[in-house]
T-cell receptor
Framework: GAVVSQHPSRVICKSGTSVKIECRSL??????MFWYRQFPKQSLMLMAT?????????EQGVEKDKFLINHASLTLSTLTVTSAHPEDSSFYIC??????????????FGPGTRLTVL | AQKVTQAQTEISVVEKEDVTLDCVYE???????LFWYKQPPSGELVFLIR??????QNEISGRYSWNFQKSTSSFNSTITASQVVDSAVYFC?????????????FGAGTRLFVKA
């Protein structure tokens, strides 16, 4: 299957700093990418849908000014956690949609980025 | 609205036992997709299976089998002869075709412990 990478895999930062997480589709073009957040021992919660060349669509309760998403190319989406605080510490997972032209567009998940805010 | 319910929070079994993971879903769409993912301690999601709403045929892959029943809106997963390496969190997920981008909603997950 197709490969989605995330960088960095792990990041520790001080409270108040901003952190950028990259999500790349390595061998396919992804017009749509999704960002999920997973707190310890909890499920994956969809944060936003990222469409190439347009503004991201955020789920209810997700602060768009706090979690900036940029999908500037068909292979890269970035999530920036601005002014991070300890409560933002979580596992962030992206996924990318590979358009097939058929009824179903395969979704591939990245390996995740573990963010720890001190 | 979509919803996925995994009522079993944690299951503990002894190696070689069979174990069934329950999943019940809600959707108003007639076209949708159901998934099972495994999440080992490393955190990376491992895709196990995808089923579309028009295909109720049960499937077997190795020690995994899946039972899809639209009448009860259930999509259960069974692991036969469980092994310690099966210990992980298992997520059932639902994606509605109507969302265009195939937004996927996950259940709460079932944490499986397989003891030697």
């Amino acid at each position: 299957g197709a490969v989605v990478s995330q960088h960095p895999s792990r990041v520790i930062c001080k409270s108040g700093t901003s952190v950028k997480i990259e999500c790349r589709s390595l061998d396919f073009q992804a017009t749509t990418m999704f960002w999920y957040r997973q707190f310890p021992k909890q499920s994956l919660m969809l944060m936003a849908t990222s469409n190439e060349g347009s503004k991201a669509t955020y789920e209810q309760g997700v602060e768009k000014d706090k979690f900036l998403i940029n999908h500037a190319s068909l292979t890269l989406s970035t999530l920036t956690v601005t002014s991070a605080h300890p409560e933002d510490s979580s596992f962030y997972i992206c996924s990318a949609i590979q358009a097939s032209g058929g009824d179903y567009n395969e979704q591939f998940f990245g390996p995740g980025t573990r963010l720890t805010v001190l | 609205a979509q919803k996925v319910t995994q009522a079993q929070t944690e299951i503990s079994v002894v190696e070689k036992e069979d174990v069934t993971l329950d999943c019940v879903y809600e959707t108003r769409d007639t076209t949708y997709y159901l998934f099972w993912y495994k999440q080992p301690p490393s955190g990376e999601l491992v895709f196990l299976i995808r089923r579309n709403s028009f295909d109720e045929q049960n499937e077997i892959s190795g020690r995994y089998s899946w039972n899809f029943q639209k009448s009860t809106s259930s999509f259960n997963s069974t692991i036969t002869a469980s092994q310690v390496v099966d210990s992980a969190v298992y997520f059932c997920a639902l994606s509605e075709a109507g969302t265009g981008g195939f937004k996927t909603i996950f259940g709460a997950g079932t944490r499986l412990f397989v003891k030697a």
